[in-house]
């Protein structure tokens, strides 16, 4: 009995020792986990728009590509597809890679289909970042400043028109008819409109891919009609004396609302006024006086306290 006791003994020292190191090296060595969610630095989309098609076959399909940075190698990072309106447009993933070792280079592609008119936002995620790609799928896309005030004029309830870019700046101040409702607007990379744009009709009004620039009055967008709402994504506005206005519900049960993403505001006296932002994510500011107005007053930052007895300036000013 002593003699099973003085055999066994060493034994379980020598197996809990021999766990204790396998387990120190699991942790120390190569074998540890990277979370990708603490190392991706940011994502990146080849195209920040993409105009496809129902009708046309040559624009039907297009396809981006997804690119990433990360803060420590060896993490294992997928890029996930997505897209808001799976009716409008539909997107799936692929990844190739060519090469071996340090020369291997991975390509992550997102081919998106067209589904049905309307705006789609695409979106690559890795990690805990993303990036996005506006999708219009519409038969309007206008290459000059007569062409896009003609179709805004002419526009019906959920009509998309696209912006074409390299045909120079629009000049021209754009109405949206005021018998369509849920317009979207939205310009390929690099699109500058001279001037205004308003939304006559009200509802779910969308814009994106655009830089306004203004003469220093007026306001640079517009939605009429309480209880509309209204979407800027990678929208640009400056030298405008407002920014961006929604018009103040008479009752609380039809508030505007407004939605920023991706935009900034420069040169601008008022940046926006609205009954309530929904979301207003990585937005700048640059020579802006007052960030936010309601029926409150004015605010110099967003969700500030109201500025009393502030008179607006005049057209001359």
């Known amino acids: 009995m002593n003699i099973r006791k003085k055999v066994l003994f060493p034994l379980l020292v020598l197996v809990l020792a021999f766990a204790a190191f396998a387990f120190t090296a699991c ?13 991706v630095s940011s994502v990146t989309l080849s195209r920040s728009s993409a105009f496809l098609s129902t009708t046309d076959s040559e624009r039907s399909t297009t396809s981006v ?26 997107v799936k993933g692929s990844v190739q890679t060519t090469g071996e070792g340090d020369e291997a280079t991975t390509v992550y592609t997102g ?9 789609a936002v695409i979106t690559a995620s890795a990690g805990n970042k993303s990036a ?52 979207s607007l939205v310009g390929a990379d690099g699109v500058t409109v001279n001037g205004s744009v308003t939304f006559n009709g009200g509802g779910s009004c969308f814009l994106s891919g655009v830089t306004l620039t203004g003469t220093g009055s007026g306001t640079a967008v517009t939605v009429a009609g309480a209880g509309s709402s209204l979407t800027l ?56 006086t007052y960030q936010f107005r309601d029926a409150n007053g004015y605010y110099t930052t967003i969700g500030g306290t109201p500025v009393a007895d502030v008179t607006p300036p005049s057209a001359s000013e």
């Open 132 to 183: 996005t790609c506006i999708v219009a799928v519409t038969d309007i896309v206008v290459s000059t400043a007569e062409e896009l005030t003609a179709a805004a004029s002419a526009a019906t309830d959920g009509t998309v028109i696209a912006l074409n870019a390299g045909a120079g700046a629009y000049a021209a101040d754009v109405a949206v008819s005021s018998g369509a409702q849920n317009v």
């Open 111 to 119: 081919t998106i289909t067209a589904e049905g008119n309307g705006v």
């Open 27 to 39: 942790n120390n060595g190569q074998q540890e986990e990277i979370d990708p969610a603490a190392v």
């Open 233 to 288: 994504r990678n929208v640009r506005v400056s030298a405008f004396e407002n920014g961006v206005s929604l018009a103040l519900a008479a009752n609380a049960e039809t508030p505007t609302s407004l939605n920023v993403y991706d935009s900034s505001f420069s040169e601008v006296w008022c940046a926006v006024s609205a009954d309530s932002l929904a979301s207003f994510l990585r937005v700048s500011f640059s020579e802006v």
């Open 65 to 90: 590509t997804a690119s990433f940075t990360v803060s420590e190698s060896g993490a294992d990072v997928e890029v996930n597809w997505s897209s808001s309106s799976a009716g409008v447009a539909t």
